[in-house]
């Protein structure tokens, strides 16, 4: 079955760690994209990438770092820079001829305390 | 800048009553809506998506959704509702970015509860 996973499903880190979340997807869809969701604010926009070995950022990029280095991945590290790691983090893809419709992966709800 | 207005952050409906869930986007010269579903710890699902053509979608599952340009709404209906209709909802709104590619801006979502 196509679709993308993103694991862990639920992930607890010490403040100050870096932590890298994983996203994968076997849609062979070009255009990958990570957001953060919070309780009533919907989704915001983190990083995306368009193609292998390109990515850019999105509207609340600061914290985060991100690489494309294939097709099928599309890794976001939370760094300690991050203010407020707290938070449900999702990936979605796309395919180029529907560049305007996104796929989700089920989620990574990150705990730092 | 595009955004997107969810109405309600919480709708509470009796089991088989009807529900509309309001969705407004500031206006733009073409766009795409859809609405997704969450449920809790999940991923978002498509629900519905409007693209052009009939202003009227469907979904397999009883929702419809309505594109009102003149008003720039895309309110989602359903008629009878179930208790497994209870997740959250969030419209989107995607148009095309300066830099090539598309920008999808999502509503804050509204939380649906069914109740027996």
């Known amino acids: 079955d196509g679709g993308i996973t993103q694991s862990p499903k639920y992930l607890f880190r010490k403040e100050g760690q870096n932590v890298t979340l994983s996203c994968e997807q076997n849609?062979?869809?070009?255009?990958m994209y990570w957001y953060r969701q919070d309780p009533g604010q919907g989704l915001r926009l983190i990083y995306y990438?368009?193609?292998?070995?390109?990515?850019q950022k999105g509207d609340i990029a600061e914290g985060y770092s991100v690489s494309r280095e294939k097709k099928e991945s599309f890794p976001l590290t939370v760094t300690s820079a991050q203010k407020n790691p707290t938070a449900f983090y999702l990936c979605?893809?796309?395919?180029?001829?529907?560049?305007?419709?996104?796929?989700f992966g089920p989620g990574t709800r990150l705990t730092v305390t | 800048a595009q955004s997107v207005t969810q109405l309600d952050s919480q709708v509470p409906v009796f089991e088989e009553a009807p529900v509309e869930l309001r969705c407004n986007y500031s206006?733009?010269?073409?766009?795409?809506l859809f609405w997704y579903v969450q449920y809790p710890n999940q991923g978002l699902q498509l629900l519905l998506k409007y693209l052009s053509g009939s202003t009227l979608v469907e979904s397999i599952n009883g929702f419809e959704a309505e594109f009102n340009k003149s008003q720039t709404s895309f309110h989602l209906r359903k008629p009878s509702v179930h208790i497994s209709d209870t997740a959250e909802y969030f419209c989107?709104?995607?148009?095309?970015?300066?830099?090539?590619?598309?920008?999808?801006?999502f509503g804050a979502g509204t939380r649906l509860f069914v109740k027996a």
């Open positions: 849609l062979n869809h070009d255009a």
């Open positions: 206006s733009s010269v073409s766009v795409y």
């Open positions: 979605a893809s796309n395919h180029w001829k529907t560049p305007y419709e996104q796929y």
């Open positions: 990438s368009q193609i292998v070995n390109d990515f």
């Open positions: 989107a709104v995607s148009d095309k970015r300066d830099t090539g590619g598309f920008k999808t801006i």
